[in-house]
């Protein structure tokens, strides 16, 4: 810079740390403000964390909405830093205070998304504040204790972990592993090779966190691809090596995990919601008590079972929750594909009262617009300004077969209601949806939205349901997402970081690109 204008002096890091940054902060958070104002119903997703230093508690909280004209919307709204204990009651002031502050309240505070957690389930209940679990964290507690219920599994889990952490540790074996996979691509000849072998890939092997489930999966993945590079190398080296009826094993836990997988990605992507849980539970559930061919389950049936008697328990009341049971109905891809004669019934019972308190609150509404606008029209001459994610569409999943299990279950509803009552006109729109045909599945679904969006003028009630129940996720990843980030600002370098530093560099990082960098 010296060079190219002399005369320029560089700001400071002081300068940035205390005008730049928190100038950019109250900027960016002005204009967040501004679209979480617009916003009719927003829902949150929230998490606690605790600094890698273990010097710092947060609380983050994080909002989405979908917007007029049909686009969902995110803004990161907080990193709280807890200065007490974790406790519930502590846990649900610091949400509710967060809320007040970005004015969300009353009728527009939607669902929060947490983890099972007890401090946060208890949070949500003091607060008052309508709550769902975190779907992916529900995964992992099924998926993780699974593992442990068979010996066999465990045992061939434990050595899969030895065998990455021997090269993990060990840069000289690393180096070796990689002759080994060069050496078995330059022996294989191109007139051998036909249009599906695929050359052995040189990648490197994955170690697993034990509090993941899916790092478990990948590591085993990863492994199994490596098998014959593995197999050379324990011929070689001092390495415990996985037998032949482990790496069987190993294959079959993959097969069976593989929809656990499919079903998280699907909700970390930034068009998951909460229409999403009924019907993946219910596959998996379907797919864990047939299997696709005789004898995928040989050798583990007891974590098969396991896998199925929890995931049935964690889900029990899951067809009763109200924010799953609307946000299934209301996305055409699903209606009441996923719920059996008796569940029907209940569903279109709680979508019709979802759609009666739409209805009455769209009259209440307009009765207080209507009623300030005459208040307004009576003022002197003043003038009234009113302020106004890698997976691709068309690929395979390993559920796709057991979709057709459901499909008898869709039928059509009517009810012969003429009047022109609250529950005759819903009961009308509610019966034309769900004569239509359901929307074609396909892997990843669509998002329902773009069909609220072409539709709202046809099912006007029903949209506007759509446009709050649909804005629920089915996880928290997101919040989970920022701790990620705020660990990579707090770097070793930057460990002693003032919080409230924290928090600004956190809501620029997370928000800047929500405003395309304009603020």
Not at 322 to 327: D, L, Q, R, S
Not at 471 to 484: H, K
Request: aromatic share 8%.
């Amino acid at each position: 810079m010296k060079v190219l204008e002399p005369r320029y002096k560089l700001p400071s890091a002081m300068h940035f740390s205390r005008t730049i940054i928190p100038d950019m902060y109250l900027s960016v958070k002005a204009i967040i403000q501004e679209r979480v104002d617009k916003a009719l119903y927003v829902c949150f997703t929230s998490d606690a964390w605790t600094s890698d230093n273990n010097l710092h508690a947060f609380l983050s909280l994080t909002a989405h909405w979908i917007d007029s004209n049909w686009e969902r919307q995110y803004a990161f709204l907080q990193l709280r830093l807890l200065e007490v204990s974790h406790t519930g009651e502590m846990l649900a002031a610091d949400l509710l205070s967060i809320m007040e502050e970005w004015k969300v309240v009353g009728d527009r505070r939607g669902i929060l998304v947490r983890d099972n957690g007890s401090n946060m389930v208890k949070a949500a209940r003091v607060a008052k504040i309508s709550d769902l679990g975190c779907y992916i964290h529900t995964l992992q507690l099924v998926v993780g204790e699974s593992l442990k219920t068979q010996k066999a599994v465990r045992d061939a889990i434990a050595i899969a972990r030895g065998i990455v952490s021997h090269f993990r540790h060990s840069s000289k074996a690393t180096a070796h592993l990689k002759r080994i996979q060069e050496s078995l691509n330059s022996n294989r000849t191109d007139d051998v090779l036909d249009v599906t072998d695929q050359v052995h890939p040189a990648h490197r092997l994955i170690q697993d966190v034990p509090t993941r489930w899916n790092s478990t999966y990948y590591m085993l993945e990863r492994l199994l691809e490596q098998k014959r590079a593995i197999g050379v190398y324990s011929q070689e080296a001092d390495i415990k090596s996985l037998t032949a009826n482990q790496w069987s094993l190993v294959d079959k836990v993959l097969n069976t995990l593989k929809p656990f997988e499919e079903q998280t990605k699907q909700a970390s992507l930034a068009s998951s919601h909460a229409g999403m849980i009924i019907p993946g539970v219910r596959l998996l559930e379907r797919y864990l008590q047939r299997t696709k061919n005789p004898g995928d389950d040989a050798g583990i049936q007891t974590m098969r079972t396991e896998i199925y008697t929890d995931l049935h328990a964690r889900f029990q009341h899951l067809m009763t929750n109200k924010t799953c049971v609307v946000a299934t109905v209301l996305d055409a891809t699903y209606k009441l594909r996923f719920f059996d004669s008796n569940e029907k019934a209940n569903a279109r019972q709680i979508l019709l009262e979802v759609a009666l308190k739409e209805i009455r609150t769209r009259r209440s509404k307009t009765a207080r617009v209507t009623s300030a606008t005459q208040c307004n029209s009576e003022q002197s001459d003043f003038d009234v300004v009113a302020a106004d994610s890698d997976m691709k569409h068309g690929a395979s999943s390993v559920l796709d077969d057991y979709w057709e299990d459901f499909d008898d279950q869709q039928q059509e509803h009517t009810a012969g209601f003429d009047s022109t009552t609250d529950e005759a006109i819903c009961l009308k729109e509610l019966d034309a949806y769900l004569a239509e045909p359901i929307q074609p599945c396909v892997t990843p679904p669509l998002d329902p939205i773009e069909y609220w969006k072409l539709n709202q003028r046809k099912y006007p009630i029903l949209a506007d349901c759509a446009q709050s129940f649909l804005a629920t996720p089915a996880s928290s990843v997101e919040s989970e997402r920022s701790f990620s980030s705020a660990s990579d600002i707090c770097e070793d370098k930057r460990s002693s970081l003032a919080p409230h530093k924290l928090e600004q560099l956190l809501f620029l990082k997370k928000n800047l690109s929500v405003v395309n960098f304009n603020y």
